[in-house]
C-alpha cells in the first residue's frame, strides 16, 4: 500500500482520550481541532515548569538525494520501538509546509509503517499555524505600506525596505514583483518580493520564543527597514505591530498534539526549512516532552550540515536545551547516489559506488562526534533493494569508524523494526549526561562565525563575499556581533553546488547576502544562488494529488 492508504486505515484513537491515559493530561487542557489532533494549552505547558527533564534524542541524516532518507520515518519508527521497550517517548516533529507537498515531496508525515496520523491533516491545512503566520507576516508588510502612504512620519526610505511578503507556496514568479502600481490611490511605486512562510522570520520567531510575552518582544525587535540616512534601523515596534500580530498568532503559539500509527504521542509545532531557516520545531515543544516523557526525539531538517549545525548552534545555545546523543540516518540508495549513480539505478547492487559514496557518511559523522563532541548511532534506513554485500560493506566501514550502526526496517515493519535501533539508542543516551560543543564562540567575529562553518563542517578552503556583504557585516558587528549564523544553502552539497555529491573539499562558500533577523536573533547568510521563494519542478507533486467523489485523498506520500 502506499503510505497514503496506510495512514487511511489507521485505528487512531481520540487524541483527548490518548493524552489523558498516556500522560494525564486533563481534557480542559487540550483544545480538540476535530477528534484527532488538539492544542495544549500554555498555561497546561508553564505548569510543568518543576518537573524533572527527560533525555533529548536528535535525529539528522546525510546530504538529501532524489533518493530520500527517511529521517522523519526514522524518528516516528524510533519513537514507537522505544515506546514498545517500555520507555516513555514523545516524538518532536515540525509541521509540513505546503510547497514542498505540491513540489517535490507530496508530503512529510513519515513513510510506511513508521507515521504521524491524520496524515492528510498534517500535510494540508492542519492546525492553521501556517495561515496565522503568514497572514501576521503580512500584517507587518501592509502597516509599513500604509505608513509610508499616510505620510511617513517615520521617514523610512522605500528603498531600503528590509520586509517582504510571504506564501506558503513554491512559486517562483512572486521572487520578485512591483507593488503600488496604479497611481497615488494605490500606495507608492516600488520593489517587492515574497518570500516563502517557512522562511519568514516570524516563522523562527515562533519556533525560538519560551512564552507569549517573549514571543511580542521577538515580533516588535524585526527590523523592517532603514531611515533615509541609511543607518538608523525601522523596527515593527515603531508601527505598534507587535501587539497585533501576537494576537494573530495566539493560538499558533500552543503546541499541537497528534499520535503516531502504534497510538503514541507525537508533537508537531513549527516548521522552518533547514536550507533557508533554521530547520528545527518549536522550543516549548521540545520542552514540553522533555518534561512529560522519560525520553524525547525531535528531528533536524535535511542534512547534519544544515539541520543539526542550527539545532545545536542556533536553538540549543539560545535555549538551553542540550541532546544527549545523535541518530545519523543513511541509506544504500543515497549513499550509492553520493558515489555517482543515476537516481534510475539505485536499486542495483554496486559496491563500487556506495564505497565512493560513504565519503559523504563519514564527514557528517565526524561532524557530529569531532565538532559536537556528541555520541552518534547511524541508522541505516533498510529498502529491499539493499544487497547483503552492500549492508556488510556499509558496516564494515562504520565499524572501521568506530560507530554503532543498526540496520532498521521501521518502513515496512513500524516499531517492531526499529527495536534494535533503539536498543543501541537507549544504551548510549542512557551513558551520556546531556551536552553538547558549539562551533563557534558568541564574541567570534560575524565574517569568522561564517568562514568557521564553511571550514569546519562544509570542508571548503574559505568563504567569499562583495564589498557590499563584508561593508554590512562590518556595520552589525558592534550590535549584532554576538548573534549565530543561520546558512541559507542547498541541503544537496556540502558546497553551494547542489549537483556535486559526495563529500567535497577545498571549495569556496560565496556568500551572496547577508540578512538580519533580529526578532528571531540570527544572521542570515545567503551561499551562492540559494533562493527563500522556492520553485515547483517540471512534473509538481501536485499533478498526482487528488480528491475523490466521496471525500478520499489521494496522491500524499
Known amino acids: 500500500m502506499s503510505d497514503i ?32 489532533k488538539a492544542k495544549l494549552s500554555l498555561e497546561y505547558v508553564n505548569s510543568l515548569g518543576e518537573q524533572p527533564d527527560g533525555k533529548l ?45 505540491f513540489g517535490m515531496k507530496g508530503g512529510a508525515a513519515g513513510g510506511g509503517w513508521s507515521q504521524v496520523v491524520p496524515m492528510e491533516d498534517i500535510n494540508l491545512h492542519f492546525t492553521g499555524d501556517f495561515h496565522a503566520i503568514g497572514v501576521a507576516h503580512n500584517l507587518l508588510s501592509a502597516l509599513l505600506d500604509n505608513h509610508i502612504n499616510h505620510g511617513n512620519a517615520l521617514d523610512i526610505d522605500p528603498r531600503r525596505i528590509q520586509w517582504k511578503r510571504v506564501v506558503d507556496m513554491n512559486d517562483r514568479a512572486l521572487r520578485r514583483i512591483v507593488v503600488g502600481m ?9 520593489e517587492d518580493g515574497y518570500d ?33 540616512d541609511r543607518i538608523t534601523p525601522v ?62 526525539i525531535t528531528e533536524a531538517g535535511f542534512g547534519a550540515d544544515l539541520g543539526a549545525e542550527k539545532f545545536i548552534d542556533i536553538k540549543c545555545r539560545k535555549s538551553g536545551l542540550r541532546p544527549s546523543a545523535v541518530v545519523l540516518v543513511a541509506t ?9 549513480v543515476d537516481a534510475r539505478s539505485l536499486d542495483s547492487e554496486n559496491l563500487q559506488a556506495l564505497e565512493k559514496g560513504l565519503a559523504n557518511l563519514e564527514r557528517h559523522y565526524r561532524n557530529v562526534t569531532d565538532h559536537y563532541g556528541l555520541p552518534c548511532v547511524i541508522c541505516i534506513n533498510h529498502f529491499s ?18 560507530a554503532k550502526c543498526v540496520v532498521s526496517r521501521h518502513w515496512a515493519e513500524g516499531g517492531a523494526g526499529a527495536e534494535q535501533l533503539a536498543r543501541e539508542v537507549i544504551s548510549v543516551v542512557d551513558e551520556h549526561e546531556p551536552g ?36 554590512q557585516l562590518a556595520a552589525w558587528q558592534q550590535d549584532y556581533g554576538h548573534l549565530p549564523i543561520c546558512m541559507a544553502k542547498t541541503q544537496m552539497s556540502f558546497s553551494t553546488d547542489p549537483t556535486v555529491r559526495g563529500a567535497p573539499s577545498g571549495h569556496t562558500v560565496e556568500i551572496s547576502e547577508v540578512r538580519l533577523a533580529n526578532g528571531a536573533g540570527f544572521i542570515v547568510a545567503i551561499a551562492g544562488n540559494m533562493m527563500t521563494m522556492p520553485g515547483l519542478p517540471k512534473t509538481p507533486a501536485a499533478e498526482r494529488i487528488d480528491l475523490s467523489d466521496d471525500g478520499v485523498i489521494t496522491g500524499l506520500f
Open 196 to 228: 516563502i512562510v517557512v522562511a519568514s522570520e516570524i516563522m523562527a520567531i515562533l519556533c525560538l520564543a519560551t512564552d507569549r510575552a517573549d514571543l511580542k518582544q521577538r515580533l516588535g525587535r524585526i527590523i523592517i527597514g532603514y531611515k533615509s
Open 235 to 296: 523596527y515593527a515596534s515603531d508601527l505598534n505591530a507587535q501587539g497585533a500580530m501576537a494576537a494573530l498568532l495566539k493560538d499558533a503559539i500552543k503546541p499541537n498534539l497528534v499520535q503516531t500509527l502504534e497510538n503514541n504521542i507525537a508533537i508537531i509545532h513549527g516548521g522552518p526549512f533547514a536550507n533557508i531557516a533554521h530547520g528545527c520545531n518549536t522550543v516549548t515543544a521540545t520542552r514540553t516532552a522533555l518534561k512529560l516523557a522519560d525520553y524525547a
Open 332 to 340: 544504500v540508495r543515497a549513499l550509492k547516489f553520493h558515489g555517482g
Open 5 to 36: 492508504e496506510i495512514a487511511q486505515q489507521a485505528k487512531m484513537q481520540p487524541i483527548i482520550d490518548l493524552a489523558r491515559d498516556r500522560f494525564g493530561i486533563a481534557a480542559e487542557h487540550l483544545a480538540p481541532y476535530g477528534h484527532y
Open 182 to 190: 496604479g497611481g497615488p490611490a494605490n500606495g507608492y511605486l516600488r
Open 57 to 101: 534524542i536528535l535525529v539528522t541524516a546525510i546530504s538529501p538525494t532524489p533518493a530520500g532518507e527517511g529521517k522523519t520515518t526514522t524518528t516516528v519508527g524510533l519513537g514507537d520501538a522505544m515506546n514498545r521497550l517500555g520507555k516513555k517517548t514523545i516524538m518532536c516533529l515540525r509541521e509540513p509546509s505546503l510547497g514542498p507537498c
Open 436 to 471: 553538547c560543543n558549539f562551533l563557534y564562540p558568541e564574541d567570534m567575529e560575524l565574517w569568522r562565525k561564517i568562514e568557521t562553518i564553511a571550514r569546519k563542517i562544509y570542508g571548503a578552503d574559505g568563504i567569499s563575499a562583495d564589498a557590499k556583504v563584508r561593508q
Open 385 to 402: 533493494f539493499d544487497s547483503d554485500a552492500e549492508i556488510a560493506l556499509l558496516q564494515e566501514t562504520c565499524q572501521a569508524l568506530g
